[in-house]
């Protein structure tokens, strides 16, 4: 038997008794459900004109059938022992197939697994109903910063940093499922959280640093698309800013049609990443017993193998992505039993899994094609590009290696990396305005994008297509300088027992998530220092400032080098 579709909101129970150690299917619960299906159906059939008018019908007629459920229930309780609900979910349509349940003979009812398995649907199914969310929070990992990253170790080091970007998502996926968790659990995301048990002014400091992550993982987006314009249209730099601002406006204009259809069009801008890297990947054959040992054997050979490794694992980890992933999950129909938590969080890690499997493969390529490609012998031009490779340079490399057509899918990946880095960071930035502000959610679709929008735009415009590189290391420095203000919150409230209750996370899981973050905490503050410093040193500042600064991180040997570095 098929039930007839429902309310998308409206959740079907079906009793399940056990008997002896084994699940087997109610028949008095069954005929219960049955009896009170056809009466609510006929309820609602002739009651139907005046449920258009006010509802009121199909509100009895649901009450009546829960009291009927409920009573049925009871009974199968009483006759076969301890019964438990089971919810069906399927995502926007909630369906129960029983076809096996009806006809099933008493004596084989009590195998309990077939039984079972008929009531809660195909475990697959299921775990479709939770797709989704993964894609959006992995092309952070996919941005033109990580792009830049990749590009850059593959020259200096080849494959020997692999390994840097395969413990990175390890942890990350720790990371992402504790905000998923809390999520599921609490029924609110992080930026509500920390509105409702933070004090005022600490509240307002967290909306700030969140905000101020937002707008510097939107820049590296932003110069990306605009590059990619460049690249494949011949735009110049400002008409690409306009038009990735407006793409990024219609965009996310989709969320109007459901969350659903943000997910599909990310997951489409990543699938066209991963076919354009894997078409240049297959024309270069990189040698894969070196990409398997630079993955699974840690190195740090080289001239500055460190600052490369903490360059690759400082791009990994964005505060954003914290409070979009807790948020993404609320999408969903979250249950409310105890075993439907489990599962919703397991299927949850599952899909976010996959999804940065799949984008942990295209940095790996990322950064194969870069290493293959620098490590052939090259004219004098190309290896003075190699040696300096950004977004706008590795487009010109690959066209003398490759040819123009290499060059023009470098092109089509580099636009779909920026612009769905764009359209995802501005999408967090409405969580989290509406999370830390409580405003309605018509003012924020107006006023979250425009927020984000107007400074990076600003920002991207100063700067130009000369400065990308420069921009993409400063909105680095600043992720790294706000991370600590989105990730100790979750972790607070992922080890919180009053927060989370029984689903409170073991005490191992508790504190190698700790021991991670501090990592993680100390490799960014260590970029940030190091790297703001040298920007300082060598920015266009003043030369007096410039010069103190210099003489201050350098130890001065003698007084002729002092002399030097003042007159410099």
């Not at 933070?198 to 698309?225: D, N, Q």
């Amino acid at each position: 038997m098929r039930a007839h579709r429902i309310h998308p909101y409206r959740i079907i129970y079906v009793c399940v008794h056990k008997q002896n150690g084994e699940l087997t299917l109610s028949a008095a619960c069954i005929l219960d459900w049955i009896q009170a299906w056809i009466q609510a159906s006929l309820d609602e059939k002739s009651q139907s004109q005046s449920y258009v008018n006010t509802g009121s019908a199909s509100q009895k007629a649901r009450r009546e059938m829960e009291e009927r459920r409920s009573i049925g229930r009871d009974q199968g309780q009483q006759q076969h022992g301890n019964g438990r609900a089971v919810p069906i979910a399927d995502g926007d349509v909630i369906e129960m197939e029983a076809a096996a349940a009806s006809t099933v003979p008493s004596s084989s009812r009590q195998q309990g697994d077939d039984g079972a398995g008929g009531v809660q649907g195909p475990r697959w199914k299921r775990f479709l109903a939770y797709v989704g969310p993964g894609f959006l929070i992995s092309m952070a990992y996919l941005d033109p910063s990580n792009l830049q990253t990749d590009l850059q170790a593959g020259y200096s080091h080849r494959y020997e940093l692999l390994w840097v970007l395969l413990f990175g998502f390890i942890f990350v996926l720790i990371i992402q499922s504790l905000a998923a968790k809390l999520g599921i659990v609490t029924g609110r995301h992080l930026a509500e959280l920390c509105m409702s048990e933070y004090p005022k002014h600490v509240r307002y400091a967290l909306w700030f640093f969140a905000e101020l992550g937002v707008i510097a993982a939107t820049i590296p987006g932003v110069l990306g698309t605009a590059l990619a314009y460049n690249m494949v249209l011949d735009l110049p730099f400002w008409a690409g800013l306009l038009i990735c601002a407006a793409t990024i406006i219609l965009l996310l204009g989709l969320q109007s049609y459901g969350v659903r259809k943000v997910e599909f069009m990310i997951a489409v801008f990543m699938l066209i990443m991963a076919s354009c890297f894997f078409i240049e990947l297959s024309h270069v054959n990189p040698p894969m017993n070196e990409l398997i040992e630079g993955l699974f054997i840690p190195r740090l050979n080289g001239h500055y193998a460190i600052s490369d490794a903490v360059a690759l694992i400082s791009a990994l980890v964005v505060p954003h992505n914290l409070f979009l992933h807790s948020s993404l999950v609320s999408s969903r129909k979250l249950p409310s039993s105890s075993e439907a938590v489990k599962d919703a969080s397991m299927f949850f890690l599952l899909e976010n899994a996959f999804a940065l499997f799949l984008a942990l493969v295209i940095n790996v390529a990322i950064v194969s094609l870069s290493g293959t490609v620098c490590a052939d012998n090259l004219s004098l031009d190309d290896t003075n590009t190699c040696s300096t490779l950004t977004l706008k340079s590795a487009s010109i490399l690959f066209k003398n290696v490759l040819g123009r057509p290499r060059s023009f899918v470098y092109g089509l990946a580099l636009l779909a990396s920026g612009q769905s880095c764009a359209v995802v960071t501005t999408y967090s930035g409405q969580y989290i305005m509406q999370g830390f502000s409580g405003m309605r959610v018509c003012i924020i679709y107006l006023f979250a994008p425009c927020l984000t929008m107007v400074p990076t735009l600003i920002i991207c415009g100063i700067g130009g297509a000369l400065r990308v590189r420069q921009l993409i290391n400063i909105a680095a420095i600043i992720l790294s300088f706000v991370l600590p203000f989105a990730l100790v919150p979750l972790l607070k409230f992922s080890s919180c027992c009053s927060m989370i209750g029984p689903y409170k996370n073991s005490t191992c899981i508790t504190r190698v998530s700790w021991i991670l973050s501090v990592v993680i905490i100390g490799i960014n503050t260590y970029f940030f220092c190091t790297t703001f410093v040298s920007w300082l040193v060598y920015s266009d500042l003043p030369s007096s400032v410039s010069c103190e600064i210099e003489v201050a991180e350098v130890p001065i040997q003698d007084n002729k080098d002092e002399d030097l570095a003042l007159h410099c």
